[in-house]
């Protein structure tokens, strides 16, 4: 899969919506029997790049667009930021793109809005939590005050509600971030399939998998599950396929590689005041140009400009 150039015809379809996308997210992806992966996207780059790889879906992280903008993953963020971040997602990789919607920045009305808005520049889905705004990050701290089940189920419903079938609706539980158990985090999930979810996302910060799995057992797959392996990655995906774990979301990979990158880049320079030792290790200007098409700008002017204006 390519990257599409912002100026590609396709892309202005993506700005009211895209149903084919959306569609192509709840067959293939977050739907689908079939193991699948979606890859952590911030902003422009990190989208095309992870379409480059191959991925067929991109999560549009809280947490790295956050990070990227130099806010904390507290809500510091707007929701129009985050709308402004996913319309560059979609737009640079032309993939399905569920987005990381927090809790919904407030409460039914604000969640609704969102997921309004996010359909409107092209997102296939929304994934809400049931935390209170504002909302801490899953691994900061003990301090996880979930919704009551009643409020965010009509959250979901409000959503659902809004949006329908045009973007798909994954509902987060925190029950096991929160130190409430697999009961809780078991009721949670079926109450929240009652109020309309298309999936469900359970995200542990444990360091082993047992507990995601204990939970997908007692599940039995009533809608598909999500998981998030960031603090449990040593298991084998392997084992996500037997257990029928519906998609992996590898949450903030490209942030955190962008953050060690651009951290020996500007120690390197800066240390030795020149750029010669690590002109190696980084993308070449080409490759910058490439992956944005500059080459259809090329074509588009010798097609568009006027003779006399085309730069020499
Ligand atoms: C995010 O990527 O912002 C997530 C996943 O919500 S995590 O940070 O792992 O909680
Ligand atoms: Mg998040």
Redesign the pocket.
């Known amino acids: 899969m390519q990257a599409q150039s912002p100026s590609e015809p396709a892309n202005r379809r993506i700005h009211v919506g895209n149903s084919s996308l959306t569609e192509r997210m709840r067959s293939q992806i977050c739907c689908s029997s079939e193991l699948s992966f979606l890859m952590?996207a911030h902003d422009g780059i990190s989208a095309a790049i992870a379409a480059r790889a191959g991925f067929e879906g991109l999560?549009a992280?809280?947490?790295?667009i956050a990070s990227s903008l130099g806010y904390r993953?507290a809500n510091e963020a707007s929701w129009s930021q985050l709308v402004d971040a996913v319309e560059r997602i979609v737009d640079t990789s032309g993939l399905p793109v569920l987005v990381?919607g927090d809790g919904g920045f407030g409460n039914f009305n604000n969640a609704r809005l969102l997921a309004r808005k996010l359909h409107q520049c092209g997102a296939s889905g929304v994934a809400l939590e049931d935390s209170c705004f504002p909302k801490t990050?899953?691994?900061i701290g003990d301090r996880h005050p979930l919704a009551e089940i009643d409020e965010f189920s009509g959250r979901l419903r409000a959503v659902k509600d809004t949006v329908s079938d045009d973007l798909i609706l994954v509902a987060r539980i925190e029950a096991l971030i929160a130190g409430q158990g697999m009961d809780e985090a078991i009721s949670r999930a079926h109450a929240y399939a009652d109020a309309g979810a298309d999936a469900i996302l359970i995200?542990s910060r444990k360091t082993g998998a047992d507990e995601i799995l204990a939970f997908i057992r007692a599940w039995q797959n009533r809608l598909p599950a999500l998981i998030?392996p960031?603090k449990y990655y040593r298991t084998p995906v392997s084992a996500y396929r037997k257990a029928h774990i519906s998609t992996v979301i590898w949450?903030?990979h490209s942030v955190r590689a962008a953050i060690a990158a651009m951290r020996q880049v500007c120690d390197r320079i800066f240390a030795e005041e020149s750029s010669a030792g690590i002109e190696p290790n980084i993308a070449t200007l080409d490759e910058l140009f490439e992956l944005f098409k500059y080459d259809e700008l090329a074509e588009a002017e010798a097609r568009y400009l006027h003779s006399g204006d085309i730069r020499q």
């Open positions: 952590e999560w992280s809280g947490l790295s993953d990381d990050n899953s691994f995200h998030v960031t949450a903030n």
